[in-house]
């Protein structure tokens, strides 16, 4: 698998906590006060694309994060930190493969020009394969 479906994979399969999804009120769940089948729901989760609208790649990475009780990793804007949020192996090596797969042109040397570039490019490719990503990660 690439490096970057590797990725989508890690953020698109997050799986939030249930506790954590909005409730249904009771009533408005099918069924009526009248048959006595009203009941409280949890909305359905969007996970892997799978559900009526897109993933949102930022609360699935705040997710992740508060999970990992790694808050304090710059996942917003470092590639490195993105990678190791995911538990994915963030060396030169898998960033040059990773920039090989994104169709970066410039030197595959690990300067901060071409982690950058890796970081706004996951986050566009992210948004084309069905994320809701904030302009704020793509520019």
Same mark, same amino acid.
């Given at each position: 698998?690439?490096?970057?479906g590797? #990725?989508?994979?890690?953020?698109?399969?997050?799986?939030?906590?249930?506790?954590? $999804?909005?409730? *249904?009120? +009771?009533g408005?769940?099918?069924?009526?006060p009248?048959d006595?089948?009203?009941?409280?729901?949890?909305?359905?989760?969007? *996970?892997g694309?799978?559900?009526?609208?897109?993933?949102d790649?930022?609360?699935? =990475?705040?997710? *992740? +994060?508060?999970?990992?009780?790694?808050p304090?990793?710059?996942?917003?804007?470092? #590639?490195?930190d993105?990678m190791?949020? @995911?538990? =994915?192996?963030s060396? @030169?090596?898998? $960033?040059?493969? @990773? /920039?090989? %797969?994104?169709?970066?042109?410039g030197?595959?040397?690990?300067? +901060?020009?071409?982690? *950058?570039?890796?970081?706004? %490019?996951?986050?566009?490719?992210?948004? /084309?394969?069905?994320?809701?990503?904030?302009?704020s990660?793509?520019?």
């Open positions: 698998m690439s490096i970057f590797k #990725i989508k994979d890690a953020i698109f399969g997050h799986k939030s906590d249930p506790a954590a $999804r909005p409730q *249904i009120p +009771a408005m769940a099918g069924g009526s009248a006595g089948t009203t009941q409280t729901q949890t909305a359905a989760p969007t *996970i694309g799978t559900s009526a609208g897109p993933v790649v930022e609360q699935n =990475l705040k997710d *992740i +994060a508060a999970q990992k009780g790694n304090d990793l710059n996942y917003r804007t470092s #590639i490195v993105l190791k949020l @995911l538990g =994915l192996d060396s @030169l090596d898998n $960033r040059k493969e @990773l /920039a090989t %797969e994104l169709g970066y042109t030197d595959k040397d690990g300067s +901060a020009e071409m982690n *950058i570039w890796l970081h706004k %490019e996951v986050m566009r490719q992210l948004a /084309a394969n069905g994320g809701k990503v904030p302009a990660l793509t520019d």
